[in-house]
């Protein structure tokens, strides 16, 4: 009996081989460098997500590994291979695009089955494999509809559909929800991360949505001016950026930049350009020492608020509430703790909420609850 695409891979998170290798790949466009001296491994059965502000080399990066792009220097293996001379159509990786790229004259079963009918295998088995991915997707009943009849996300399911027929090891991602609306892009996202555990394949995903990257992601690339500055699983990115660039980058956060003053094996002191002390609780391998330059990042939601001054000794400042926004599930505040400083801070919604007013205020917090990024 012929394998089926979910039988293929063993619906397992193999992660122990690497599907992709990326390295010291470099890639100038008109002398311009895209890409400087990218290092990168990509587990077998990852979702792996490549996120980065426009302009970062994301999509280039992409096109390297599909063979759109050729790098300058460098080297690109999958699975093992090196692909520095293998062709874009003979790499074992397909390509779903943000624009669908599906072919308007044709529908559905065409647009699917199109790849495979170059290639030489039987009828019997073509119509077994379009079907089975159109079932995947649950595009089956929606067989003889053509392109401009189907609805944005139906049609990068169809997208979807067309890259999966052809078994690619790696399936890579361009953006693929970026022209949906935010409802539909919602579901298509629960709907890829179940597609990515079915099939148990490899995905490479770009995109330039944290939120995205981080709720479907075993792990992200932080990419910034055509270098990788941090890669880790999405708590690990949150909770422990490496830079102030990624800190600044995912999710919201306030940076103080400042100069190390003090230093002893439990925390680091830390004297603001705003100038404000703050405290931080040594993290470990760092090499924070005496007059280093570093940003410390806090957290919105890091930050508590009083209106009579709590009896901690470190990191409270008395400021100005200068702004509060309401915002459903929580409220945002701005407060401004000298002339060149302010803070925001995010808080959950509760009947309590303080009221926006000139008040008076104290913000607040713990020495674990910042970190110490150097610049
Ligand atoms: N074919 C090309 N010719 C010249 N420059 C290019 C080409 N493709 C990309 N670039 C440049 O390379 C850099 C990286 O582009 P790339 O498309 O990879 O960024 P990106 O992170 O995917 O951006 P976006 O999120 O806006 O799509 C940019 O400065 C871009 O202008």
């Given at each position: 009996m012929a394998q089926t695409i979910t039988q293929d891979r063993g619906k397992k998170k193999a992660f122990e081989s690497k599907d992709v290798e990326l390295k010291n790949v470099f890639k100038f466009f008109n002398k311009e460098?895209?890409?400087?001296?990218i290092n990168l491994d990509i587990r077998q059965g990852e979702f792996f997500s490549i996120l980065g502000p426009s302009g970062c080399g994301k999509t280039t990066t992409l096109r390297l590994i599909a063979g759109f792009e050729r790098a300058n220097t460098g080297n690109i293996l999958i699975q093992g291979q090196?692909?520095?001379?293998?062709?874009a159509y003979r790499r074992p990786v397909n390509t779903v695009f943000q624009s669908y790229a599906?072919?308007?004259?044709?529908n559905v079963w065409d647009n699917v089955a199109f790849g495979l009918r170059l290639k030489r295998i039987s009828k019997k088995e073509l119509k077994a494999r379009v079907l089975e991915v159109l079932e995947l997707v649950k595009m089956e009943g929606l067989r003889s509809r053509y392109p401009s009849q189907l609805s944005g996300g139906q049609q990068q399911r169809v997208a979807l559909a067309r890259a999966l027929v052809n078994r690619p090891a790696v399936l890579l991602l361009d953006e693929p929800l970026g022209a949906l609306d935010l409802k539909l892009r919602k579901e298509m996202q629960v709907e890829l991360s179940n597609l990515h555990r079915e099939l148990g394949l490899t995905f490479v995903m770009v995109t330039h949505d944290q939120e995205e990257a981080l709720s479907l992601s075993d792990r992200i690339a932080i990419m910034n001016q055509g270098r990788i500055e941090q890669i880790g699983q999405p708590a690990e990115i949150y909770?422990?950026?490496?830079?102030p660039f990624v800190a600044d980058f995912i999710g919201d956060t306030n940076l103080f930049e400042g100069e190390i003053v003090g230093a002893n094996n439990e925390e680091i002191a830390i004297l603001t350009k705003a100038g404000i002390k703050i405290i931080v609780s040594r993290q470990k391998d760092t090499n924070l020492v005496v007059s280093k330059s570093v940003s410390v990042s806090v957290r919105p939601e890091k930050i508590q608020l009083s209106l009579y001054r709590p009896s901690i000794k470190n990191n409270c400042f008395e400021g100005r509430l200068v702004n509060t926004m309401y915002m459903g599930t929580h409220v945002n505040y701005v407060v401004e703790l000298n002339k060149s400083l302010r803070v925001n801070v995010r808080q959950p919604n509760t009947e309590g909420s303080l009221p926006n007013s000139d008040m008076p205020i104290y913000a607040w917090w713990s020495e674990a609850d910042c970190l110490a990024l150097q610049n």
């Open positions: 460098p895209a890409i400087c001296g090196s692909m520095s001379r293998v062709p599906l072919f308007n004259h044709l909770e422990f950026p490496q830079t």
